[in-house]
């Protein structure tokens, strides 16, 4: 089109119409742009909208007032009937240039105009009075006043410059708004500033000056010059039309296309949802207000196995417990209290005996905001609601018995304590330990311990009252609390009544066993101690451990215990034992054993080490093994301390091994450790970790364990001696009444006891010790003397024939770093084999 026009401007193709069809083509046409301003404007002014963009309206105001124009420049043509003045060239052209300016000024101010709607729906009202007005005001002035208008065309001379100067000026403002179109487009596209219909209006602009370029050449108005712009107008107005057209018709059809296209997506979404929930047997009804079920799908009917029917209330299915909660919601929701509430709710099913049921109800509300019903979502948890309900239930009970653990009972301490500080009442709370229970477990097997446990229990329960509680603390240790006692003495009935119902002898699988247990009591608030559970329970702890001092069998209550002043180091020691076990508090020191006999340079040489148990607690001190040992004896906790005081002996002896090959290792056995079934695995276990060599480790028993049941400790010291590990009696002469049952027994070493050797000084001391060892010597045993504290006592011995020597004149018990620094056990002072 721009190269038509260059060939137009420039005369190129210059050619004379004949008036009288000039005038037939030139109505036409501009009938033609008539009708497709008006048409522009139709669409504009009826597709109206507040969301619409004012763009669109400002060009359909600029299309009818360009249409009203355009008939007053038809009518005005040479040869049209006269319109109250004659029609003229130059009246003509008065009509054409407002019509063209007001274009040309309307694509201009879209060009800078965002595609943003109108301010208010009033201002298409506004720019209708406006173009009315400016229209109105060119008729009057071409009609009324045709003296007041220069001249714009001189029949025989053609285009005034004035008339030229427009046409250029109409040209740049085109020109300008095409520009500002084709920018918008190019750079500013997704902008809220850019629209599709940009490139339309860019083309209307740049055909529109293109157009105004030929009104600039053309000397006679029947010339193909002036027909080619009056084509060109038709085209621009055709793409204005188009803008027009297709931001307000087929935009919205195809966005109307586009939104049923995604409504019937996610129509088959939604059924493809429902098919779904169905699988997953999930319901979802629908509740008017009165709470009747107005729709529900097939989850529901399945999830209460009945068939569908019309006018059910969801009341009527739900567990007569629970509709009183769930009405008191559902009240709420259908008065607008709440929007949304959830719940768990037992419904009644022919199907099942128990069912549960999760819900999720929410506000369904009118367009006018009045509720309208409620609906809800609901699934099925029975199975899983019982299984937590079991979980839970195993959380805060013992698996064996049943009864309350350690959290549970804890809780209902603390609301008995609360409710007591409240009513003034008395809250009691009872440590039971069954007495010797390991020993039943070592004899009978775990089962009839098992067994014995739950006898207990149920005894226990048959002693209590209705809100009392036994719960099982933990091993062959259970706790009763006893809540709501008018006094502390009040205690002592039920106490008395629990240790009488173990009075009897108990049939567990054909085996008569009597058991027995120790209590412990502590009362609240009088022993509350520091205000809190753990204090309370540590002292009836406490008066437990003091109730098994007195001889077992009996019950002690902590007030009772503290007034008369008996045994508080001993129960603050028993408190405290276990904790240093299980923290690893209980230290290894080691005694040096040395040979009788001197080495050439009359140095003593080292041959082993004893390991021994030591106790240093933060309050009182260093603690004798003489009184910690026989407590964790009496409390089953010597196997947890030996296992402790060996695996740690072992390691600092397979360090030792390294530089002192021949040493040996010497480690007391207790009675419970000896005749302990899982002993002899655990020790070769723990040997052969280390690295070890079983005949360097010298395992000492006390006399009176070793003969106090000679069949039964044979078996045991022979799979020891079997094993490798070398045998020794320790404390040897305190059981010279059964020496006559040594020779059965396959030890290798005697350790003789101290009091012997404190009575070395002495003939008859001395004339007993000759007596232990040459019995020694005839049966090829070494011999041993520990508590040797001179060089005299030493001598002595050695003129004895004593093997072996220990005490503190060699060395006093250390720890592992003290006595690598003493002498002896510098390299070449000790034992090479």
């Not at 060939?7 to 083509?25: H, K, R, Y």
């Not at 309206?57 to 049209?80: E, N, R």
């Not at 059809?253 to 409504?263: I, M, P, S, T, V």
């Not at 006018?311 to 209290?337: C, P, Q, W, Y």
Request: glycine share 8%; hydrophobic share 45%; proline share 4%.
């Amino acid at each position: 089109m721009a190269l038509l026009c260059t060939l137009l401007w420039t005369g190129v193709l210059a050619v004379d119409i004949p008036a009288s069809q000039f005038l037939v083509l030139h109505t036409t046409l501009e009938l033609a742009s008539i009708i497709v301003s008006m048409l522009g404007f139709g669409i504009a002014w009826h597709a109206y909208s507040s969301e619409r963009p004012g763009n669109i309206v400002i060009l359909g105001m600029v299309l009818f007032a360009t249409a009203l124009l355009d008939f007053g420049h038809t009518l005005s043509y040479a040869g049209m009937p006269d319109l109250a003045t004659p029609s003229s060239p130059g009246k003509a052209i008065a009509f054409w240039l407002p019509a063209r300016l007001l274009v040309a000024v309307g694509l201009l101010a879209i060009a800078l105009r965002s595609w943003r709607p109108l301010g208010t729906p009033h201002i298409r009202h506004g720019l209708m009075t406006a173009v009315l007005v400016y229209v109105a005001l060119v008729y009057w002035l071409i009609l009324a006043r045709p003296d007041l208008l220069p001249a714009l065309f001189v029949p025989g001379q053609g285009l005034t410059p004035f008339k030229v100067r427009l046409e250029y000026v109409l040209v740049a403002v085109y020109g300008s708004a095409a520009l500002l179109f084709y920018y918008r487009q190019r750079y500013r596209a997704g902008t809220p500033s850019s629209h599709a219909s940009d490139i339309d209006l860019f083309a209307a602009a740049a055909i529109a000056g293109l157009s105004e370029l030929f009104f600039t050449r053309y000397e006679r108005v029947t010339d193909l010059v002036n027909a080619t712009g009056h084509v060109y107008k038709i085209v621009s107005y055709y793409f204005i039309y188009r803008a027009v057209f297709v931001s307000s018709v087929r935009q919205p059809f195809e966005a109307l296309h586009e939104a049923l296209g995604k409504e019937k997506t996610r129509a088959a979404e939604q059924h493809s949802f429902v098919r779904t929930l169905d699988l997953l047997e999930e319901a979802v009804i629908e509740l008017d207000t009165r709470g009747r079920i107005v729709s529900a799908n097939s989850g529901w009917w399945l999830l209460i196995g009945a068939a569908p029917t019309s006018d059910v209330s969801l009341m009527e299915h739900l567990n007569e417990e629970d509709r009183s909660a769930f009405e008191l919601h559902f009240i709420s929701l259908a008065t607008g209290k709440k929007d949304e509430f959830r719940g768990r709710y037992r419904f009644q099913s022919p199907a099942r005996s128990e069912q549960w049921l999760e819900c999720r109800f929410v506000v369904e509300r009118a367009e006018t905001g009045e509720i309208s019903g409620v609906r809800g979502v609901l699934r099925d948890i029975t199975k899983s609601y019982l299984q937590e309900r079991h979980i839970s239930y195993m959380a805060l009970h013992d698996a064996l018995t049943g009864l309350p653990n350690r959290v549970l009972l804890e809780d209902r301490i603390k609301q008995a304590i609360q409710q007591a500080a409240r009513t003034g009442n008395h809250v009691a709370v009872c440590f039971i330990d069954l007495d010797h229970f390991k020993n039943i477990n070592d004899a009978y097997g775990h089962k009839a311990g098992d067994a014995l446990l739950l006898t207990l229990a149920q005894l226990l329960k048959g002693c209590l009252r209705e809100g009392d509680t036994l719960a099982r603390w933990g091993g062959d240790e259970f706790v009763v609390l006893l809540p709501d006692l008018h006094s502390a003495d009040a205690v002592r009935q039920v106490a008395q009544k629990m240790v009488e119902s173990m009075r009897q002898t108990i049939l567990l699988d054909g085996l008569s066993i009597n058991a027995t247990f120790s209590m412990g009591i502590a009362v609240y608030p009088d022993d509350e101690g520091e205000g809190d559970i753990d204090s309370l329970l540590a002292r009836a702890d406490r008066a437990m451990f003091y109730a098994k001092s007195q001889g077992r069998n009996n019950f002690q209550l902590f007030a009772d215990m503290s007034s008369k002043g008996l045994g508080k180091k001993e129960l603050y020691i028993q408190t405290r034992l276990a904790q240093a076990i299980r923290e690893r508090r209980i230290a290894v020191w080691f005694q040096p054993l040395v040979a009788a006999e001197p080495m050439p340079d009359g140095r003593v040489r080292l041959v082993g080490v004893e390991a021994l148990a030591r106790w240093h607690d933060p309050d009182l001190g260093w603690i004798s093994p003489g009184s910690f040992i026989p407590m964790a004896e009496n409390l089953g906790l010597i196997g947890e301390l030996g296992l402790l005081v060996r695996r740690r002996a072992f390691e600092q002896f397979r360090a030792w091994r390294q530089t002192h090959p021949g040493l040996t290792l010497s480690i007391n056995i207790s009675k419970r450790q000896l005749f302990a079934t899982e002993f002899m695995s655990m020790l070769s276990a723990d040997v052969e970790e280390y690295g070890l060599d079983p005949h360097s480790l010298v395992l000492e028993i006390t006399e009176s364990v070793a003969l106090m049941d000679v069949e039964f400790a044979e078996e045991r010291l022979r799979q020891l001696a079997g094993a490798g590990f070398t045998l020794s009696i320790d404390d040897f002469g305190t059981g010279y009444a059964s020496l006559s049952q040594l020779h059965e027994l396959p030890i290798s070493e005697l350790k003789i006891d101290i009091s012997f050797v404190r009575r070395m000084h002495s003939e008859e001391g001395r004339r007993m010790t000759q007596g232990i060892v040459s019995m020694a010597q005839a049966l090829r045993l070494r011999t041993v003397a520990e508590g040797v504290e001179d060089e005299d006592t030493a001598r002595a011995l050695r003129e004895l024939g004593v093997d072996l020597l220990q005490g503190y004149h060699f060395g006093r018990p250390c720890p592992a770093s003290e006595l690598e620094a003493l002498p002896l056990f510098a390299p070449g002072a000790h034992c090479t084999g």
